[in-house]
């Protein structure tokens, strides 16, 4: 089911945005998933318990061993080091893994394919019923919809306040600590190499 949900999101982003938008996206939203999955895979039960049981073994009890499984089943999916990849292991990273996967490609995909009113529109709908407990729906409508509204200009002054730095070819190694702060936050005429 969360591998279906994960393909589906990955043909619907394909489908629906520009191809250098997909493949840049899609990539790195893939890689942060598997390093989730590396990471959650080896460490939710990678590595062997020190706590001793507080039982004695069963032969010391009278109880007959545990017969091995004959099919050949294993909670050890791998062993890397002193590190392992069990089946439990292998559940929570690929849930994890799939869930991330989920959110941030769902999220891009929706704030790049609908307007920021009509996802204002949206969310009001559903916080209707929120004004009767005396939630203030308009003020949050208002502050999302000027967030999405002004995000693109946020960002093009950032990108902007980059080149420009960049373009001052400033010696950075011979300015001291306040005045590479101030080169970079303070306007651009202030800025002397």
């Known amino acids: 089911m969360r591998f279906g949900l994960v393909a589906y999101l990955a043909l619907l982003s394909m489908w629906v945005l520009p191809n250098h938008v997909w493949k840049d996206q899609l990539g790195r939203v893939a890689l942060l998933s598997g390093i989730i999955f590396i990471m959650l895979g080896f460490g939710s039960d990678g590595a062997p318990s020190l706590v001793q049981t507080r039982t004695p073994p069963p032969s010391v009890l009278g109880l007959p061993n545990i017969p091995s499984s004959s099919n050949g089943y294993s909670y050890t999916i791998m062993k890397l080091g002193p590190l392992q990849f069990t089946r439990k292991g292998l559940s929570v990273a690929s849930t994890s893994a799939c869930l991330s996967f989920a959110i941030f490609q769902s999220a891009s995909l929706c704030l790049t394919t609908t307007t920021p009113e009509q996802l204002a529109s949206a969310l009001w709908w559903f916080m209707v019923p929120l004004k009767?407990?005396?939630?203030?729906?308009?003020?949050i409508i208002?502050?999302?919809l000027?967030?999405?509204?002004?995000?693109?200009?946020?960002?093009?002054e950032v990108r902007n306040s980059a080149l420009a730095i960049v373009a001052r070819r400033i010696n950075w190694k011979n300015l001291a600590t306040m005045e590479t702060v101030d080169s970079k936050v303070g306007p651009p005429s202030n800025a002397s190499a």
């Open 132 to 139: 009767h407990i005396g939630v203030p729906v308009p003020e």
């Open 142 to 144: 208002l502050t999302l």
């Open 146 to 156: 000027l967030s999405l509204r002004f995000i693109n200009l946020v960002f093009d």
